[in-house]
């Protein structure tokens, strides 16, 4: 079965700190990867997505994710975070053919908590 | 554009009750998919629909039901409720291609 794993549960940073959030996913075929973030009283928002091409993708608020083929992951990436990162981020995979339309399966979530 | 606009937001209910809820995509999208979010199981896929027709469904039982209008807007039923059913429940439009989902606010269903 499909399925997708964030390595951290709870993170917590300081500001200007450097993010790094695992991702991984068990498939075998293609996918679409997303990373999606659920900012406190705020509804899931679209940080960035990998389709195909450049394996490095870069999203909105200085976001970027690495997706390596060979490990089956797409890691979220953030040089230096602000303390209005601070939320709860989801990776999902879409694996691609007929029997999986609309269908995207979420990892557990990580909760990034930044101290000013 | 509007984004994906869910009703109610809140709902309390109680065991053995039925409740529907509904979603309306962001314009021009035709592809609706439904999930559940709990503490414990994280975000479910329930099901999807695309021009009235269901085309994809999660492992949840026959409680869960949905459907689509010609407006693209759907509505999803779950019957004859339990105290398990009590989450945030999410729906997500998306165009054919490129298929990225955008989601709603969510109905919180809470049952008693």
């Known amino acids: 079965a499909q399925s997708v794993s964030q390595h951290n549960h709870h993170v917590i940073l300081s500001e200007a700190a450097s993010l790094e959030l695992g991702c991984n996913y068990s498939?075998?075929?293609?996918?679409?990867l997303f990373w999606y973030v659920q900012y406190p009283g705020q509804h899931l928002q679209l940080l960035l997505k990998?389709?195909?091409?450049?394996?490095l993708v870069k999203g909105i608020k200085g976001f970027e994710a690495e997706f390596i083929k060979s490990k089956f992951s797409f890691n979220l990436r953030k040089p230096s975070v602000q303390w209005s990162d601070t939320a709860e981020y989801f990776c999902a995979v879409k694996a691609r053919g007929s029997g999986n339309t609309g269908k995207l399966i979420f990892g557990q979530g990580t909760t990034l908590q930044v101290k000013p | 554009k509007a984004g994906v606009t869910q009703t109610p937001r809140y709902l309390i209910k109680t065991r053995g009750q039925q409740v529907t809820l509904s979603c309306s995509p962001i314009s021009g999208h035709r592809s609706v998919s439904w999930y559940q979010q709990t503490p414990g199981q994280g975000l479910q896929f329930l099901f999807e629909?695309?021009?009235?027709?269901?085309?994809n469904k999660g492992n949840f039982p026959g409680r869960f039901s949905g459907r689509q209008f010609s407006n693209s807007r759907s509505e999803m039923n779950v019957s004859t409720l339990e105290l398990g059913d009590s989450a945030l429940y999410l729906c997500?439009?998306?165009?054919?291609?490129?298929?990225?989902?955008?989601f709603g606010p969510g109905t919180r269903l809470t049952v008693l």
């Open positions: 498939y075998g075929g293609t996918v679409n």
């Open positions: 997500a439009s998306s165009l054919v291609s490129p298929d990225t989902q955008y």
């Open positions: 990998y389709f195909s091409g450049d394996p």
């Open positions: 629909y695309f021009s009235e027709t269901q085309r």
